[in-house]
């Protein structure tokens, strides 16, 4: 292995360039992908590009995960993959295997809620090439983009029951974080203290009383992401 993608000499900066140029990257790299699927292969490669993305995306967190216990640095009260978006990429293959609503429905919002929060302030200390820059961007942008896939490629489409299950399902892996942390001493989900990177949590003031709002605009948060599909079918639904 190249120790230079291990060496901490590479710092990174919110709304630097180098993380302005990785969105951008993600952008376009994204918009081909589904433009190409869309457009250029059947049904059965679309599906076959779906599960590939999906395990890629699994098998870096499990690989990222196996290379900190190889070199001594991995650390159970920050490394486990608990965090909601290594958990989501974990998961990603079930969704284009079993092929089922559900998990679509939830993981959109935890994605397009969560995840989209970790790309515009990344909770990141490493730039390129380190791979934790790497793995931290394929996940964060990739679930995204996949989650984009489902969408336009699968033809997945959220309901608002869809928001209330997100809202379920969020509040089954708070509890189980909350556990989590108390035995072990660690902040996953962010449950005993904010990133020190800056986040949207900023503005809910400070513990415990930022996870109390989050909780309490979290519906009309997920509802924002839904109002596309709402308009959507009001839309065609006024044509018909």
Known sequence: MSSAIFSNNFTFNIGSNEHLF???????????????????????????????????????VIIWSLTKIYLGTFNIQTDLPLNLCNLVALAAPILTVTKKKVFYEIFFFWVFAGT???????????????FDFIKYWYIHAGLIVFMLYMTFIYHFKPTFKSVLKSFYGIQIYLILMLIINHYLGSNYFFLNAKPNSGSLLDYFGDWPNYIFVAELIMIPFFSLFYLPFYFARKKVLVRT
């Open 22 to 60: 990785v969105i951008l990257m993600f952008t376009i790299g994204g918009f081909f992908l589904i433009y190409f699927s869309k457009n250029y292969l059947n049904k059965q490669l679309q599906e076959r590009v779906g599960m590939l993305f999906a395990y890629t995306l699994s098998a870096t």
């Open 116 to 130: 989209l929060q970790g790309v515009i302030t990344p909770t990141l200390e490493h730039g390129f090439p380190h």
